[in-house]
């Protein structure tokens, strides 16, 4: 009851009689007020609300015990009373507990001893009341606020637009929105209470009998919905805590949660047509430019060009500049299509239609077969070209031609930001099981803040603006693609002069990707 | 006499196709032309080319339809087929390896390797 003292008022026109009843009750270790009548008791109760428990008698001037009772009650105060009553009006007792008091203790000479027995028993009784009291209030709101949070989820469930499917542990729908209904095309009403695994087993392919055993279902799927949509079904398994502190769940049915995903699929389709005809109308144009360009090279060389006096400074002038001229028609022409290669290799791989061949491959052929289609470039332009391979390398398990396109990738890159100097392509093993495959160049060097751009598509190191592009922009992108798809990382850090591109493959822990 | 079958509907191609290969006429070779797969399919009877350049997409009768006419049904498998294709895509080249195609060329494909590939299959 806190640190104060329980306060106890005591009311009498009795002077002696509230004197007693003070002491003793002070001798019980309460504090005590005293009045003299009922209007007066009212008046310390609104002013002190310290007061615990009122001790009144029944009859006195200008208000009564009875009408002190009543009216502390009409005014909300929900103080304990105990009548003092003489002897001879017990039944004044009487009518004073049936209108609220919470006990009576006659007036005789054993008062010393009820008096302190019925205050106790009052206060705990008062206290037991008032806990009662909090604890169907608290229930109340408990209850309101899961009625809230109730009315809330079923607002959330029945308007969500994904469709939503709970069956119990024994495979009986219980709960069923509108949006799987409509996905089903079968009203909710003839869904609750059916078996799932009886009524819904040609819908969801997991839903054969298993699903009602323990923990089975946990699964996604493509499902066929009604009027020839597609959905995205996720199933998982229900679990009621049943032990808290050990984290023990029992299984209490199955949730099903599907998507319609007919829109998804079909943009998925309309993005793959739309690349395969654009590559087409963009290839079929370009065969001719190349190819005519290529044919008039050729004439122009082998035909007219030796018939023209070349000696004659403005025709040699214009057979130079031709020359030129149909170069750049031509390796332009060679950057498209190798770009509209890349696009199509690069959002083949995105959208994972990508087919892989996948063989264990010698090391030492990957690199020789790299340097092999490079030397030559190389020495063209002056550079040293060199390898470094670690002896007794184990066998990769890899796509040998996608791995082929990452060297040449590197190799190309190396080729054509460095001007001078040599590009050195280690190779050797890691202790944590990894290849790490690294090309060190060195070139113009990469700005630290375009590092973690330059693996992303159409970013190219240095100011695309001034310098023109060399390339697609798109080959570091797709390397990224096929490292990642061997579940290794490709890098790049600062060398001493230039840059090392690195990448880093597993052995032989590619479990997963065959099946794809 | 050698035979060479040009098959494509785009005019332009086959000219690009018939310049490129012209001078093979001067060592004997005989460049045959047609706009669609019926047509060729035609002449390859009548003609029975060594080396046929098929275009895939064309309208009537596609690259694969010819073909594996040509491979499975008309059982000519000595007629070496390059299938040409702008659309680069390995489906294409699944379909075509399943038509009996003996090459797949992507376009734009460069004149110097048809020459080249073309003096190699005829022998001249």
């Known amino acids: ?516 | 006499m050698s035979k060479i079958l040009i098959v494509d509907d785009e005019p332009h191609i086959r000219y690009l196709l018939e310049l490129t290969l012209e001078e093979l006429e001067d060592d004997g070779a005989e460049l045959l032309f047609a706009e669609n797969g019926a047509i060729a399919l035609e002449i390859i009877r009548a003609e029975q080319p060594q080396l046929v350049l098929l275009d895939v997409m064309m309208p009537e009768m596609d690259g694969f339809t010819v073909c594996d006419t040509v491979k499975n049904e008309l059982a000519m498998k000595d007629i070496y087929i390059v299938l040409l294709t702008a659309k680069g895509q390995e489906l294409d080249r699944n379909k075509g390896e399943a038509a009996g195609a003996d090459l797949y060329m992507t376009k734009p494909f460069n004149p110097d390797d048809v020459l080249e590939l073309a003096r190699k299959i005829l022998n001249i």
């Open chain 1, 1 to 516: 009851m806190g640190s104060h003292k329980t306060c106890i008022l005591v009311v009498d026109d009795d002077a002696f009689v509230r004197e007693i009843l003070a002491s003793i009750l002070e001798a019980d270790d309460y504090q005590v007020l005293t009045a003299e009548n009922g209007v007066q008791a009212l008046e310390i109760c609104r002013s002190h609300d310290e007061i615990d428990l009122i001790v009144s008698d029944v009859n006195m001037p200008e208000m009564d015990g009875i009408t002190l009772i009543k009216t502390l009650r009409e005014q909300q105060l929900d103080l304990p009373v105990i009548m003092v009553t003489s002897v001879s009006s017990i039944s004044v007792a009487v009518d004073a507990l049936s209108s609220g008091a919470i006990d009576y203790v006659l007036k005789d000479e054993g008062i010393q001893e009820t008096i302190t027995i019925t205050v106790r028993r009052a206060l705990e009784k008062h206290q037991l009341k008032k806990q009662n009291t909090q604890l169907l209030s608290d229930l109340a709101a408990k209850t309101s606020e899961q009625q809230q949070t109730l009315s809330y989820l079923t607002a959330i469930i029945n308007n969500m637009p994904d469709g939503l499917l709970v069956s119990n542990s024994s495979s009986v729908i219980t709960l069923a929105n509108p949006a799987i209904a409509q996905m089903l095309g079968m009203p909710m009403d003839s869904l609750i209470g059916q078996n799932c695994c009886q009524t819904l087993k040609n819908i969801f392919p997991f839903m054969d009998g298993t699903c009602c055993e323990h923990k089975q279902l946990s699964t996604q799927v493509t499902v066929q919905l009604a009027n020839g949509r597609i959905g995205s079904a996720i199933g998982a398994p229900v679990g009621k805590v049943t032990d808290t502190a050990n984290n023990e769940e029992e299984f209490a049915g199955n949730l099903v949660i599907v998507r319609d995903v007919t829109a998804e699929r079909e943009l998925d389709k309309m993005k793959d047509d739309f690349i395969s005809t654009v590559s087409h109308e963009l290839r079929t144009p370009l065969t001719s430019v190349l190819g005519f360009t290529k044919i008039i090279r050729k004439k122009l060389e082998d035909i007219v060009f030796p018939q023209l006096p070349t000696d004659e400074p403005k025709v040699a002038k214009a057979v130079r500049q031709i020359s030129e001229s149909t170069q750049v028609i031509i390796s332009e022409g060679e950057r498209l299509t190798d770009l509209i290669n890349d696009l199509l290799d690069l959002s083949k791989m995105e959208a994972g239609k990508t087919s892989w061949k996948m063989a264990e491959a010698k090391i030492e052929d990957l690199i020789s077969r790299a340097i092999n289609s490079t030397a030559a470039l190389f020495e063209q332009k002056g550079l040293l070209l060199s390898s470094e391979v670690s002896k007794d390398l184990p066998l990769l398990d890899c796509d040998a031609d996608r791995i082929h396109q990452v060297l040449l990738n590197l190799l190309s890159n190396a080729l054509k930001f460095t001007d001078q100097g040599s590009v050195i392509v280690r190779v050797m093993a890691e202790s944590d099981g990894f290849i790490r495959f690294e090309i060190e160049d060195t070139g113009i060097g990469i700005d630290e803040a375009e590092l973690p751009l330059i693996f992303e598509k159409f970013k190219q190191s240095g100011n695309t603006m001034t310098n023109r592009p060399k390339g697609t922009g798109l080959g570091l992108a797709i390397s990224r693609q096929i490292v990642e798809y061997h579940n290794g990382y490709i890098g790049v850090v600062p060398a001493a002069a230039g840059s090392i591109f690195y990448f880093r493959l597993p052995v032989g822990s590619n479990d997963g990707h065959y099946l794809e």
